[in-house]
């Protein structure tokens, strides 16, 4: 079945720095890759998606590249604030399911 | 507009107890998928169905089960709790099913079950 690893496990930023996290998928059949945001207690929140026909999508002040021969994927968050910090998942569609990533938590300091 | 909702927001259940979780999809959605959260790991996909149909079945023992209503809502059910099963149960509702258009999935705030 599909396998999707995730790094780093945490990072710790200051505020205005860049965030990088990358994960990487074993299915070279998958074709969507939607990044989520999950604060302590709450539910994850869709925050940027990327389908397999397109290289590079941006939303502000996060972007994500995908590079289908190598089969990975980058979230990239410039400009980080404080209220970034929470855990980021990525996921990517396998046969009939979504598959998460094991999320990366973000600590960006004032 | 109405998200996706879920009830109860919170239950405690003794080992060997029943639960069963309620889920509503965003309006005009067709799809509902149930992931499973342990505490500090990602969502682990359980069930999804699609227009009443089961389309996809995660590594769960036959003690989950689940069902689409007509109007899309959807219960997960779990018998014979174990302690194991305490998480947060997540809902998510798409438009179609994982691997289409329109696949891309919204998540309700959870039930967190703790089984004591």
């Known amino acids: 079945g599909e396998n999707v690893e995730q790094h780093p496990s945490t990072l710790s930023v200051q505020e205005g720095d860049s965030a990088v996290i990358k994960c990487t998928y074993s299915d070279s059949a998958s074709n969507y890759f939607p990044w989520y945001k999950q604060e302590l207690g709450k539910r994850p929140q869709l925050i940027i998606d990327i389908r397999s026909n397109v290289g590079e999508k941006k939303d502000q002040r996060i972007a994500v590249t995908l590079n289908k021969t190598a089969k990975h994927f980058s979230l990239h968050i410039t400009e980080t604030q404080p209220e970034d910090s929470a855990v980021y998942f990525c996921?990517?569609?396998?046969?009939?399911?979504?598959?998460f990533g094991t999320g990366t938590r973000l600590l960006v300091s004032p | 507009d109405a998200g996706v909702t879920q009830s109860p927001t919170h239950l405690i259940k003794t080992r060997g107890q029943h639960v069963t979780l309620r889920c509503s999809p965003i309006?005009?959605?067709?799809?509902v998928s149930w992931y499973q959260q342990v505490l500090g790991q990602g969502p682990q996909f359980i069930f999804q169905?699609?227009?009443?149909?089961?389309?996809g079945r995660g590594n769960f023992p036959d003690r989950f089960s689940a069902r689409q209503f007509p109007n899309y809502s959807s219960e997960l059910n779990v018998n014979a709790l174990l302690l194991g099963d305490s998480a947060l149960y997540l809902c998510?509702?798409?438009?179609?099913?994982?691997?289409?258009?329109?696949?891309?999935?919204?998540f309700g705030p959870g039930t967190r079950l703790t089984v004591l």
């Open positions: 998510a509702s798409s438009f179609s099913p994982s691997g289409g258009l329109g696949d891309t999935q919204y």
């Open positions: 996921a990517v569609t396998g046969f009939q399911k979504l598959v």
């Open positions: 169905y699609y227009e009443k149909e089961e389309r």
């Open positions: 309006s005009g959605h067709k799809s």
